[in-house]
C-alpha cells in the first residue's frame, strides 16, 4: 500500500519543515568535440545551424575509461567533499539513468563500490540504491519519489539523486549533433540551502515511439520531428495539471487578468538541445496567456490565434497555427519573458550538449553559475522523458542560496581537451582501447571481465 502524501505544506513534510535540493554537483568528461569547423564540414552542415538552429557549440564525449557508473561516482564523490558528507549521513541513492552498465545490477552499487575505494570497504552498507529508467525523466521521478522520503526521515540522514548518461545516437544521423554526456548528484533533506520543493506535481504519460533503445542496441532510434511534438504536448498537459494542483492547494492563485507564469521567475525545462526550451516556453507561455492581458497584448502585436472554424482545410489550418507559433515566438512580449525567465537556463548545455536525464539540472547549475537566482523566487521545472511522460514542480529559492560556495564549472569546462572528427568516431563505435587523456583524480573503468562484470578503479 502506497503512502498518502496528500495536502503537504509548501516545503514537503508533515511537520512544515522544507525539503528539497541544498546542493548540487556536476561531472563533465574532459574531452569535447566542436560543432562547428571539421564536424560540420564533414556533414555538410552550415554551423550556422548547429549553433543558432540546435544552439550547441560543443558536446562532451566520454572517454575510454568512462561510462555512467564513472560519471556517477565522480560526481557524487565531489558532491560529498564539496557538502562535507560521510557515508553514513546517507540513507539512500537512487540513480536516473537510459545508460544503465548491466541489464539487471543496478548501477548505485557500481557506484557504492567505487565510493569504497575511497571510504572503505563496507561503509555504505547501510545505504540502499535503485535505479529509475524512464528516458530523461527517471531522475525527476527519482526525486520526487525521495523527496517524500527525506519529508519523513527523523534520523537526520541525508539522500543523493544521480542523473549519468551518454546521449548517444548513430554516427550521421540527424540526432548525431544533440549528443553528450555527464552527471549531476543532488543532495535532497530536510531544510536545503538551495531550494525547497512545493511538492506540487503536475504529470502527464502517454505510450509513444518518440524515442527509444530496444534491448542490445547502444544507440537510440528516434523519430525526431515527433519527439519534439511529444515533448511540447506533454509538457502542456503536465502544466495544466500544476497550475489546477497549485491553484487548488492555493499556492498559485491568479487573480483576474493575472496568468500562472507571472508567479513563476526561472522555468527550467528538460534541455535536449538548447533551441528545445525556447520553443517550450513559447508552448507554455502562449497557452498560459490566452485570455489574460499579456495575451491582449500580444494579440495586438501579431494578430488573433487562427480558429479551426474559420478553416476548411485541415493542412490550411495546421500551417496557419504553424506560421502563428513562429510568429509569437518572435513577438516582443513572448522574447522579453523568454529572456527573463528561460534562457539562462541553457548556458551549460550549450557546451556540453545533451546529458538525457541530468539536462534539466544542469539547467539549474546554468542558473547558480551565473548567479541568477535569489531567495524568495519560485522555480518551476519541466522534465520530459520520451515514451513519454512529463512531471512539472516547482520550488522556492531559500535564503541561503547565494552564499553556497560557487562550483567552478564554467573553469573546468575550459580545461577540456578539444578531440578531433576522427578521435570522437572511434570513441562513438568503441574502437578506442587506451583513454586519449589519463585518468586522474577519478574514477574510471579499469576493465570487464570474461563473465561482463566491470572492474572500476579509483586513479590518484
Ligand atoms: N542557420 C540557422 N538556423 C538554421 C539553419 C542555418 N543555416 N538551418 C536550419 N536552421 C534552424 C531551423 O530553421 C530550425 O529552427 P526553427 O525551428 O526556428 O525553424 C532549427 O535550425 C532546427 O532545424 P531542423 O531542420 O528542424 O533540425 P533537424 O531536422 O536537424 O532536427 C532534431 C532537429 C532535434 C529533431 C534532431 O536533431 C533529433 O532528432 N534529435 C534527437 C531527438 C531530440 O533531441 N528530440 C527532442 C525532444 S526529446
Known amino acids: 500500500m502506497t503512502k498518502d502524501f496528500g495536502n503537504l505544506p509548501a516545503g514537503g513534510s508533515h511537520s512544515g519543515e522544507a525539503v528539497g535540493i541544498d546542493d548540487l554537483s556536476v561531472y563533465v568528461p574532459g574531452l569535447f568535440l566542436p560543432l562547428s569547423g571539421e564536424f560540420s564540414l564533414d556533414r555538410g552542415i552550415d554551423p550556422g545551424k548547429l549553433i543558432k538552429g540546435i544552439g ?69 552498507q547501510d545505504c540502499s540504491t535503485v535505479e529509475f529508467k524512464s528516458a530523461c525523466i527517471g531522475t525527476t521521478l527519482a526525486l520526487e519519489s525521495l523527496s517524500y522520503w527525506a519529508a519523513a526521515e527523523e534520523e537526520g540522514r541525508v539522500g543523493i539523486v544521480i542523473a549519468s548518461d551518454v546521449a548517444k545516437y548513430p554516427l550521421r544521423s540527424s540526432g548525431e549533433y544533440t549528443q553528450g554526456a555527464g552527471s549531476v548528484a543532488l543532495l535532497v533533506k530536510k531544510h536545503p540551502r538551495l531550494a525547497a520543493l512545493e511538492q506540487i506535481y503536475g504529470c502527464f504519460t502517454r505510450d509513444e515511439n518518440d524515442f527509444f533503445r530496444p534491448m542490445g542496441c547502444t544507440t537510440a532510434t528516434v523519430n525526431g520531428k515527433h519527439s519534439n511534438q511529444c515533448y511540447l504536448e506533454a509538457i502542456q498537459g503536465a502544466f495544466d495539471s500544476f497550475a489546477g494542483k497549485a491553484a487548488r492547494s492555493g499556492a498559485i492563485t491568479p487573480k483576474s487578468e493575472e496568468c500562472v507564469t507571472d508567479f513563476i521567475d ?77 534562457a539562462d537556463t541553457a548556458a551549460l548545455s550549450r557546451v556540453v550538449g545533451n546529458i538525457y536525464t541530468g539536462s534539466i539540472y544542469l539547467g539549474l547549475a546554468s542558473l547558480l553559475e551565473l548567479q541568477k537566482i535569489r531567495a524568495g523566487e519560485r522555480l518551476c521545472f ?30 573546468r569546462l575550459e580545461e577540456r581537451r578539444q578531440i578531433s572528427l576522427q578521435e570522437y568516431e572511434r570513441l562513438h563505435e568503441g574502437l578506442m582501447e587506451k583513454s586519449l587523456v589519463e585518468p586522474s583524480a577519478e574514477f574510471a573503468l579499469a576493465s570487464i571481465d570474461h563473465q561482463g562484470y566491470r572492474h572500476y578503479e579509483y586513479v590518484c
Open 56 to 124: 550547441i557549440e560543443r558536446m562532451a564525449v566520454p572517454d575510454a575509461h568512462e561510462d555512467a557508473a564513472t560519471m556517477a561516482a565522480n560526481s557524487l564523490l565531489d558532491l560529498m567533499q564539496r557538502c562535507d558528507l560521510a557515508p553514513e549521513d546517507i540513507a539512500k541513492i537512487y540513480v536516473g539513468t537510459e545508460s544503465a552498465v548491466d541489464e539487471a545490477k543496478a548501477i548505485g552499487t557500481y557506484v557504492i563500490g567505487m565510493l569504497e575505494k575511497v571510504y572503505g570497504t563496507g561503509s555504505f
Open 266 to 342: 526561472h522555468f527550467l525545462f528538460h534541455i535536449p538541445y538548447p533551441r528545445m526550451v525556447e520553443y517550450a516556453s513559447a508552448a507554455i507561455f502562449r497557452h498560459d496567456w490566452l485570455g489574460c492581458r499579456k495575451g491582449q497584448d500580444v494579440e495586438l502585436e501579431i494578430g488573433k490565434e487562427p480558429q479551426s472554424l474559420d478553416y476548411e482545410d485541415l493542412e490550411l489550418y495546421q500551417a496557419a497555427k504553424a506560421d502563428y507559433a513562429r510568429r509569437f515566438s518572435k513577438s516582443r512580449h513572448f522574447q522579453e519573458a523568454y529572456l527573463a525567465k528561460v
Open 382 to 411: 519541466g522534465a520530459y522523458g520520451s515514451g513519454c511522460s512529463a512531471l512539472v514542480f516547482s520550488a522556492i529559492v531559500q535564503p541561503e542560496a547565494e552564499t553556497v560556495p560557487s562550483r567552478g564549472i564554467v573553469k
